[in-house]
């Protein structure tokens, strides 16, 4: 791997990867898909025809939309071709209003609508084609959840920017995860030379995460963990600190966001989820330890380019829930670094954390997804307090090896190989049905 490379790249890359976002971005990404088809057609619409990856569907099927009461694909879908003056990014569910959804389940019951879903396709992949009395229109966005790369209207094609060839497909693929030509060492310590006013907008989201988090707080619907976290430490059953705080605000932050509370929060790799676990623990600790605001932002970009990195690895989308591993081991190497702890401490914390949470699968969005980051967030604090104590997992324990490039190979191969037929598992049990016994 390379040595070099330029502060202006990863700064782009933090640009990139770190956006806010309304609702659940699976969702989201179905919704943006559908309204770029209908905008190149208009009219009465009468059919519709979706094609989704597994990975999408099933992070789809259950977490709530900003707005509406109703979950799925087809829901999405349905929102996405009638809000009427859509933002046509992460945020489209900012600009949905209740005349849409009462369109949306209009539409419902007069379009036949069709939800195909493929498992040969990217993780991030959705194609929707609209047929109107006007004529028709597709969209496909692929890879990332709001990268557009195919427009067709009436059979014209208008863009296509999915690669036609190997040698483009690798073009394209070197361009979009650039940071995978070098080390991770290699991309931090090139990180501590980022000027903190370049990267100031990493702050806006400790005050839309920290929003969503007080939202949680005071929820009734979801799983209402912040409500019962709050009785059970007026009880005395659970007490107060800094440690309960990171569980419980991440928590809360995670129930309000899957329940489907309309608020934006701050994503990174193109997860909202990954973005509260990314950014929470850290505020926490540096309000506890009245950290100052250039070790903040640097903390931060820690955070957000450990999380980035590995999902790199592992997949946009994947089996492996990107929440522990990923935004995991990034929130314990930025909250490594706020308490002191240099480079070494903050490899070994990055390999610890893979060590404890390897082996979390994703089973798609839904408020149950509040316990994983739960789970997640407190072993990130953990773990970097033991860290910079001297703990360190041992070479070739599990999954880790010697040095930490090798463990994060490891966890895509466990990812990819290992758990090839997680995903289409999953699918069949979300598409079966809940069974009462």
Sequence with gaps: MGSEIKVEFIINKLQEEVKLATGCTEPVAVALAAANAY????????QIKVIVSANILKNAKSVGIPGAERTGVEMAVLIGVSIMRPRLDLTIFSSLGKDDIGKALSLEKKIDLQVEIGYSIPPVYIEVEVRTDSGSGKAIIADNHDNLVYLEKDNTILLDKRSSSVAERSKNNKNRDFLKNYSLRDILLTSFEIEPETVSFLLDGIKVNMKMAE??????????????????????????????DIAKYTAAACDARMAGVDLPVMSSAGSGNQGLLAVIPLALVADEFETSQERL????????????????????????CGCSVAAGAGSGAGITYLLGGNLKIIETVIKNIIASLAGMVCDGGKVGCSLKLCTSAVTAWWNAVLAL??????????ILAGGLQQTIINLQKLSSEGMENVDRVIVSMLEAGPLIS
């Excluded at 905008?39 to 009465?44: I, K, M, Q, S, Y």
């Design 39 to 46: 905008r190149l057609t208009g009219g009465e619409i009468k």
């Design 215 to 244: 939202a949680g707080l005071k929820l009734n619907r979801g799983l209402k963990i912040g409500s019962m976290w709050n009785n059970l430490n007026q009880k005395g059953i659970l007490e107060s600190g800094l440690s309960m």
């Design 297 to 320: 932002i640097q903390a931060l970009v820690i955070s957000h380019l450990v999380t980035v990195y590995i999902k790199e690895y592992t997949g946009r989308l994947s089996p492996v």
């Design 389 to 398: 104590e001297g703990l360190t997992v041992p070479a070739n324990n599990g």
